[in-house]
């Protein structure tokens, strides 16, 4: 990943820090906290605050070019988003659709998290399907 390049096709700013954390979490095959961020710039003797690392990743989830996820207790990694893998929700009573983005990018990393386990698939593709909020409100209406 070109991580200039990527600041400059989001119109981010360019910092030494931003660059340094993109260039971290991409060559990083785990998601990782702000923390373990931190810790590696202190290892590079590279002297930055953590509240910028901070701002800086909230600025690149707000821009979608990192996934913060949530591994409870307070407690968040962060991963540059490789790919816009999506999920179809499907209503089985009108058929509507609904596309979402794949959960288990964070679910894995929960998983990891708690138990160390890794997973080896690289894809889950499936329709999930149950009722729509519309089809539900409509039977609950009905007598």
């Known amino acids: 990943m070109d991580v200039e390049k990527c600041l400059k096709k989001y119109g981010i700013k360019i910092t030494k820090a931003r660059l340094n954390i993109l260039d971290i979490l ?25 509240s910028t690392i901070y701002r800086s990743l909230e600025l690149f989830e707000t821009k979608k070019i990192v996934r913060k996820l949530d591994l409870g207790q307070g407690e968040y990694n962060y991963a540059i988003i490789k790919e816009k893998h999506k999920h179809i929700l499907q209503c089985r009573i009108c058929h509507k659709q609904i596309e979402i983005d794949c959960p288990m990018q964070q679910v894995e990393e929960i998983i990891k998290n708690k138990t160390g386990f890794v997973f080896e698939e690289e894809k889950l593709d499936f329709k999930i399907k149950g009722i729509c909020r519309d089809c539900r409100k409509r039977k609950i209406k009905k007598p």
């Open 26 to 50: 991409s060559k990083s095959e785990d998601a990782i906290s702000a923390e373990g961020i931190f810790e590696r710039f202190r290892e590079k003797n590279v002297n930055v605050d953590l």
